[in-house]
Structures are given as structure tokens and as C-alpha cells.
């Protein structure tokens, strides 16, 4: 998957490699380091980010033709989706279920993670197994959300967004359906691809089976399960939902025309305009939940100030489909240094033939950045939730919360 995703990222360069221009008009975003309490998949995601962008930053001072930038922009991308997606992505929720992960990297940009101990239950392996596409969903929403704030953000990201972003399609569409090809289907849980890992997990569930065989890839998997089947046809689905997103598609026609070919630094991709700074743009987003897959419709209303965000959503449990929604506002400018990022969610969780969770969900944050001069500022996040799973969050009940500090220079 991860050869697939730089075959992308080299695609995208020789269709940048049209035209010439010289990085220009140097904006650039504060730099996140902090922490979340795990799964840390969000201040995690910034983390990477602030890597990304620091790299690409040095990179263009040396070599400021921005029709090479796509070279090396997705160059690094590639190689941090893949720390995402194993330190935390399955590495995040692997400690949050204190199950001690570790990881192995290639120069290929692949990436493995193991744990010192067994999953006790089949809950967290399901949960660990979407973990990566999880957590790479997580970041790319963070990234498309700064986009479509006030003048933008810095195009270098969106080569991050665009491989994070592919990686939950990707994955899903190049595991082997169980139905046609048992065989190959078996040869992908066996060497490590976790959307198998995911939908065998889930079989394991509903047929009371051993976590420790199934992670050891000693499970014997049952084809006469028709779940089985009905849950790869949704995660299929899924897959093609996540792609046609046309916020990500909007932002990747930005990314060429205003920072390749024109060499801006900072991107705002293009939306549909009401006149008065404000316009419209939407976006699909899928996560693999604990028993079921969802689907996101994202829309995003523009304003001179905040971003405006809402969503409804559909949770297919391949026997029972419920609807959520949520709403949003992002980076409210409270005065010149210091903005406030508030979101609230609830969900009604399907029956299930895997029997985790039941009733009403629901989850609501909070995050507040303050500059305290035009170099150093602190960010703060806080939330809580009920019981189950929603994207970038704990499954336990309780409070959540981060912290980190923001360098701008």
C-alpha cells in the first residue's frame, strides 16, 4: 500500500512538472508539539505535521522552484503517513489498552506494529486493526479544516492531506473480497493487512473467538458467514465514498495552480462563493467503528471568521443502519492571538451481531490556542464522551483531553 501511495505522490509530480515558478509569498502556520491522552491520533496527526512542514520548509529555501516542490512534498508525506499511520494510528490505540507497542520501518515507507502483549479481547483487536486508517483520516481532516480557514494554510500540506487521506480507500480496495478469493483473502490477514484483520475480527466477535489466535494469525475463518461478505460489500462501500470528496478535490486543484504553478506558499482552495468572504464546500469522510462502518457527509460553511462545520452520518452495521450528526465551529478569532475550536456529536449505535454497545452516543470538545507574542503560544484541548467508539477518541467514558506548545517563525 505504501509503494502504491509514492507511485501517487510521483504521478502528481510529473503533472506539476508543467510550468515553473519561485515560492512565494512565505506564510506559514505556527509549529504544534504536544500531547493527547491516547488514542493520540489528533495531536499526534499535528505533530506529524509540524514535521512535515518543517522539512518542506527547509527544502524550499535551498530549492525554491515550486514545480520540484511536489518531489520532495510528497516525498516526506509519504514517509510520515506511514508513522501516522502505525505510531498513532495502530500504536495509539495499541496504548491506550496498555498492550506496549513497538514498530518496524523500511526504506520502502513501509511500516509494521507489534505488541509486547496479546489483545484480551477481540474489541480491542478490531479497534487496533482500524486504527491506522483511523488515525490517517484524522490528520487529513485536520489539514482540510485549515485550508478552508481565513487566507489558508501552507499548500505543503495538502501532498499530507492527499496520501493520509487515500490511505483508508486505498487499504479497502486492495483487500481481496472473502467471497470470490478465499484463498488470497486468507493470504492478507496472514501477512498483516488490516482491513482483513478488521472484518476477521469482527467474525471472531460474533463467534466467540480466542483474540490471541486471531493475532497470531492461527484463526481458522468461517466462509460460510454471510456477515462476512455483507461487511466487506460496506467497507467497499465506504472506500469509494471517502474518495469523491470534493473539499480534498478542491484542494488538491489548489495545490497546483497556486502553489505549483504560481508559487504561493499559503493555498485557500476555491469554494462555491455567497459574496461577502462567505462560500460553501463539502466533504466525505469513512472510519471502521467497533461494529460497524460510517460514513461522514461533511459540509463546511466559509465565513471571514470561523469555519462552520456540520455533518450528518450513517453507521451500517451490516444488520442495523442508524444516523448521526454533529456541528462545529473552527478557529473562532477571539482577538488577534488567540482562537477557539468547539465541536459537539451525538449517534444513535445500530444493533449489531457483535453486541459491544447500544443506545444514544455522543461527544463534545473544546480547544484554545493563544500567542502569547508572535513567536510562542500554548494550545489546549479538552473533551468528553460517552461509551463506544467515535473517531480520534477513547472508547472508555470520560474526559479526554491534550496539550502542546505553538512556535512561529
Same mark, same amino acid.
Given at each position: 500500500?505504501?509503494?502504491?501511495?509514492?507511485?501517487?505522490?510521483?504521478?502528481?509530480?510529473?503533472?506539476?512538472?508543467?510550468?515553473?515558478?519561485?515560492?512565494?509569498?512565505? =506564510?506559514?502556520?505556527?509549529?504544534?508539539?504536544?500531547?493527547?491522552?491516547?488514542?493520540?491520533?489528533?495531536?499526534?496527526?499535528?505533530?506529524?505535521?509540524?514535521?512535515h !512542514?518543517?522539512?518542506?520548509?527547509?527544502v524550499?529555501?535551498?530549492?525554491?522552484?515550486?514545480?520540484?516542490?511536489?518531489?520532495y512534498?510528497?516525498?516526506?508525506?509519504? @514517509?510520515?503517513?506511514?508513522?501516522?499511520?502505525?505510531?498513532?494510528?495502530?500504536?495509539?490505540?495499541?496504548?491506550?489498552? /496498555?498492550?506496549?507497542?513497538?514498530y518496524a520501518?523500511?526504506?520502502?515507507?513501509?511500516?509494521?506494529t507489534?505488541? #509486547?502483549?496479546?489483545? %484480551?479481547?477481540?474489541?480491542?483487536?478490531?479497534?487496533?486493526?482500524?486504527?491506522?486508517? %483511523? !488515525?490517517?483520516t484524522?490528520?487529513?481532516?485536520?489539514?482540510?479544516? &485549515?485550508?478552508?480557514?481565513?487566507?489558508?494554510?501552507?499548500?505543503?500540506k495538502?501532498?499530507?492531506?492527499?496520501?493520509?487521506?487515500?490511505?483508508?480507500?486505498?487499504?479497502?480496495?486492495?483487500?481481496?473480497?472473502?467471497?470470490?478469493?478465499?484463498?488470497d483473502?486468507?493470504?492478507?490477514?496472514?501477512?498483516?493487512?488490516?482491513?482483513?484483520?478488521?472484518?476477521? !475480527?469482527?467474525?471472531?466477535?460474533?463467534?466467540?473467538?480466542?483474540?490471541?489466535?486471531?493475532? &497470531?494469525?492461527?484463526?481458522?475463518?468461517?466462509?460460510?458467514?454471510?456477515?462476512?461478505?455483507? /461487511?466487506?460489500?460496506?467497507v467497499?462501500?465506504?472506500?469509494?465514498?471517502?474518495?469523491?470528496?470534493?473539499?480534498?478535490?478542491?484542494?488538491?486543484?489548489g495545490?497546483?495552480? #497556486?502553489?505549483?504553478?504560481?508559487?504561493q506558499?499559503?493555498?485557500?482552495?476555491?469554494v462555491?462563493?455567497?459574496g461577502?468572504?462567505?462560500?460553501?464546500?463539502?466533504?466525505?469522510?469513512?472510519?471502521?467503528?467497533?461494529? %460497524?462502518?460510517?460514513?461522514?457527509?461533511?459540509?463546511?460553511?466559509?465565513?471571514?471568521?470561523?469555519?462552520?462545520?456540520?455533518?450528518?452520518?450513517?453507521?451500517?452495521?451490516?444488520?442495523?443502519?442508524?444516523?448521526?450528526? @454533529?456541528?462545529?465551529?473552527?478557529?473562532?478569532?477571539?482577538?488577534?492571538?488567540?482562537?477557539?475550536?468547539?465541536?459537539?456529536?451525538?449517534?444513535?449505535?445500530?444493533? !449489531?451481531?457483535?453486541?459491544?454497545?447500544?443506545?444514544? @452516543?455522543? /461527544?463534545?470538545?473544546? %480547544?484554545?490556542? =493563544?500567542?502569547?507574542?508572535?513567536?510562542v503560544?500554548?494550545?489546549?484541548?479538552?473533551?468528553?464522551?460517552?461509551?463506544?467508539?467515535?473517531?480520534?477518541?477513547?472508547?472508555?467514558?470520560?474526559?479526554?483531553?491534550?496539550?502542546?506548545?505553538?512556535?512561529?517563525?
Amino acid at each position: 500500500m505504501r509503494k502504491a501511495l509514492v507511485l501517487f505522490g510521483v504521478g502528481m509530480l510529473l503533472a506539476g512538472a508543467a510550468e515553473s515558478a519561485s515560492l512565494t509569498n512565505r =506564510v506559514f502556520d505556527a509549529y504544534f508539539l504536544g500531547f493527547e491522552t491516547d488514542p493520540a491520533m489528533d495531536a499526534g496527526g499535528a505533530d506529524v505535521t509540524s514535521v512535515h !512542514s518543517l522539512l518542506c520548509r527547509g527544502v524550499s529555501r535551498y530549492v525554491p522552484l515550486s514545480y520540484v516542490a511536489p518531489a520532495y512534498e510528497f516525498f516526506f508525506a509519504g @514517509g510520515l503517513s506511514t508513522v501516522q499511520h502505525e505510531v498513532f494510528g495502530h500504536g495509539s490505540r495499541g496504548r491506550e489498552f /496498555n498492550l506496549d507497542p513497538e514498530y518496524a520501518f523500511g526504506i520502502d515507507f513501509s511500516g509494521g506494529t507489534g505488541l #509486547d502483549r496479546d489483545p %484480551e479481547t477481540m474489541e480491542q483487536l478490531i479497534m487496533i486493526a482500524a486504527g491506522g486508517t %483511523e !488515525s490517517d483520516t484524522i490528520l487529513a481532516n485536520r489539514i482540510l479544516k &485549515d485550508l478552508y480557514v481565513g487566507d489558508g494554510t501552507d499548500g505543503s500540506k495538502i501532498p499530507l492531506m492527499a496520501l493520509t487521506k487515500l490511505d483508508f480507500s486505498l487499504y479497502c480496495l486492495i483487500t481481496r473480497d472473502p467471497e470470490d478469493s478465499r484463498e488470497d483473502f486468507v493470504d492478507d490477514y496472514t501477512n498483516g493487512n488490516d482491513i482483513a484483520y478488521w472484518l476477521i !475480527s469482527r467474525q471472531a466477535q460474533r463467534q466467540n473467538g480466542d483474540p490471541s489466535a486471531v493475532w &497470531d494469525n492461527e484463526y481458522a475463518v468461517d466462509f460460510s458467514d454471510s456477515l462476512l461478505g455483507d /461487511n466487506y460489500d460496506d467497507v467497499r462501500a465506504a472506500a469509494i465514498w471517502n474518495l469523491v470528496d470534493p473539499a480534498a478535490l478542491a484542494a488538491m486543484y489548489g495545490y497546483f495552480v #497556486d502553489h505549483v504553478f504560481r508559487g504561493q506558499t499559503q493555498v485557500r482552495p476555491p469554494v462555491l462563493p455567497f459574496g461577502g468572504g462567505f462560500g460553501l464546500t463539502a466533504g466525505t469522510r469513512a472510519f471502521l467503528g467497533a461494529s %460497524e462502518v460510517t460514513r461522514f457527509l461533511d459540509l463546511y460553511l466559509v465565513t471571514p471568521g470561523p469555519l462552520v462545520n456540520a455533518y450528518v452520518r450513517d453507521l451500517d452495521s451490516s444488520v442495523d443502519r442508524t444516523l448521526g450528526a @454533529g456541528a462545529g465551529l473552527y478557529r473562532i478569532p477571539l482577538n488577534a492571538r488567540v482562537s477557539l475550536s468547539v465541536q459537539g456529536d451525538f449517534w444513535e449505535v445500530p444493533d !449489531s451481531a457483535e453486541k459491544l454497545y447500544e443506545g444514544t @452516543g455522543w /461527544n463534545a470538545c473544546g %480547544e484554545l490556542s =493563544v500567542m502569547f507574542n508572535e513567536t510562542v503560544g500554548l494550545s489546549g484541548k479538552l473533551g468528553g464522551k460517552s461509551e463506544g467508539f467515535f473517531p480520534g477518541t477513547p472508547m472508555a467514558e470520560g474526559v479526554y483531553g491534550g496539550a502542546g506548545v505553538l512556535v512561529a517563525f
